[in-house]
């Protein structure tokens, strides 16, 4: 069973940063691409983000240029670090394993001001 774990979350202003962190628990960490997604009130959840094993990195084009996702294989942790926050990336984000059902439990990132 593999855990997830996120924290990072939290009240910014328009224009601010945050950092995002999800950690995993188990050792099969390395050998899966990682991504994050976020869920609106109201809306559907959808993709943000993903790194592969070797680093590669995709972005849904409202975020592209504003935030970054990283991974740390040694430490079995992937980040996000979002900059230029925007009202509308309010959302509880959830990191995920790709190709398996394990997700987090999500972190709230509130953007106002």
């Known amino acids: 069973q593999v855990q997830l774990v996120e924290s990072g979350g939290g009240l910014v202003q328009p224009g601010g940063s945050l950092r995002l962190s999800c950690a995993a628990s188990g050792n099969i960490f390395s050998i899966y691409n990682m991504a994050w997604y976020r869920q609106a009130p109201g809306k559907e959840r959808e993709w943000v983000a993903t790194?592969?094993?070797?680093?590669?990195?995709n972005y849904v084009n409202s975020v592209n240029g504003r935030f970054t996702i990283s991974r740390d294989n040694a430490k079995n942790t992937v980040y996000l670090q979002m900059n230029s926050l925007k009202p509308e990336d309010t959302a509880v984000y959830y990191c995920?394993?790709?190709?398996?059902?394990?997700w987090g439990q999500g972190t709230q990132v509130t953007v106002s001001s």
């Open positions: 790194i592969s094993r070797g680093g590669s990195t």
């Open positions: 995920r394993l790709m190709g398996t059902t394990f």
